[in-house]
């Protein structure tokens, strides 16, 4: 986001070819904040924005930044600073008062280091991506708990496998009921086979176990699940 079109190209030239997760990058361009307004209330997949301080006036960026996180707009994205005029808008006096992951001078923002922060900040936008997933996926089976504790010893089950498929498309037959001991103790647990948790990254199997924990908390006991 800057309000000179050879930045656009150089920065696009810059970024040719640039992968992150096998995957490249979508670029959007905006020459003054408040173009740059228009495309974060059209997009809410944005993960890293590059915004020019001095726009059509001398802290349009900044207020753009401000105007990001004050009204929760694309609270995700990761931002990153740059200017020609580092004067105006002190480094540290900025990093103290915006949420950005970067603050750079435009001379010293090479191609390289301009991939650099790319990396990081795309790595930042991923684990909070990431977290921000997993929060609203317990939620959701948070909700779903109470029907779980209602129901009967087979029902449980058909809902927990159902609960698992949607949660991280495993498929039933990937899936079995370990009981639990007669002489008590611990309540069932969903037991997940070794080739659908190899589909699974360290992260989601992370947070599969947390779901399997809450599945066998949840488990209706069996002096009520008649």
Not at 38 to 64: K, S
Not at 198 to 212: I, Y
């Amino acid at each position: 986001m800057d309000d000179d079109a050879e930045v656009h190209d150089v920065t696009r030239l810059a970024l040719r070819k640039f992968e992150f997760q096998q995957r490249g990058l979508e670029l959007l361009s905006a020459y003054s904040a408040r173009e740059a307004q228009q495309v974060f209330q059209r997009r809410n997949d944005i993960a890293l924005a590059v915004v020019d301080v001095v726009m059509e006036t001398e802290h349009a960026g900044l207020e753009l930044v401000r105007w990001l996180r004050e009204t929760d707009q694309s609270p995700l994205t990761r931002l990153v600073l740059r200017t020609g005029q580092a004067g105006l808008a002190p480094e540290e006096q900025v990093i103290r008062q915006f949420d950005i992951d970067a603050y750079k001078e435009k001379t010293e923002l090479t191609t390289l280091k301009l991939r650099s922060v790319l990396y990081t900040s795309l790595r930042n936008y991923r684990a909070l991506a990431d977290k921000d997933l997993h929060m609203d996926s317990l939620l959701m089976l948070m909700r779903e708990l109470p029907a779980l504790r209602a129901a009967g010893p087979y029902e449980a089950e058909l809902r927990a496998k159902a609960l698992l498929r949607s949660g991280f498309q495993i498929d039933a037959a990937e899936l079995s009921l370990a009981e639990a001991p007669l002489s008590g103790g611990t309540s069932p647990r969903m037991r997940v086979h070794e080739g659908a948790l190899l589909r699974l990254s360290q992260r989601q199997q992370a947070h599969l176990n947390a779901w399997l924990d809450a599945l066998s908390a949840a488990w209706p006991q069996p002096s009520t699940a008649a």
